[in-house]
């Protein structure tokens, strides 16, 4: 299974941004997708999560409003639009698949099956 990310980089406060996630080795759409992301020296936290179909999303209030999540069962795809983006919103962000949203919606420390490699984002102020 692979989980490949992309579209990190540098931007400046307020820019967008958006990463994609290609997926395969799996049955892509059996899994529920999330974004999480990892700054240095704190702890990896969920940014948006989508259900099987694409039904259903979740976000924490961190990002509420900033960010979309969609996927794409078609093309193995999932993507996170970012607006406003902010300097805090620095971190890696990895991609992430799971049975269920309430799944991944529970956090990296329970029940995601797969982790994709990160990519940087940096939001300069």
């Known amino acids: 299974v692979q989980l490949q990310a992309s579209g990190g980089g540098l931007v400046q406060a307020g820019g967008s941004l958006k990463l994609s996630c290609a997926a395969s080795?799996?049955?892509?759409?059996?899994?529920?997708m999330g974004w999480f992301r990892q700054a240095p020296g704190k702890e990896r936290d969920l940014v948006a999560a989508?259900?099987?179909?694409?039904?259903?999303?979740y976000y924490p209030d961190s990002v509420t409003g900033r960010v979309t999540i969609s996927r794409d069962n078609s093309k193995n795809t999932v993507t996170l639009q970012m607006n406003s983006l902010k300097p805090e919103d620095t971190a890696v962000y990895y991609c992430?698949?799971?049975?269920?949203?309430?799944?991944?919606?529970?956090?990296?420390?329970?029940?995601?099956?797969?982790w994709g490699k990160g990519t940087l984002v940096t939001v300069s102020s």
């Open positions: 992430a698949a799971g049975a269920t949203l309430g799944a991944v919606v529970r956090g990296p420390n329970y029940d995601i099956d797969y």
């Open positions: 080795g799996l049955a892509f759409e059996d899994y529920a």
């Open positions: 989508i259900s099987w179909g694409g039904g259903s999303t």
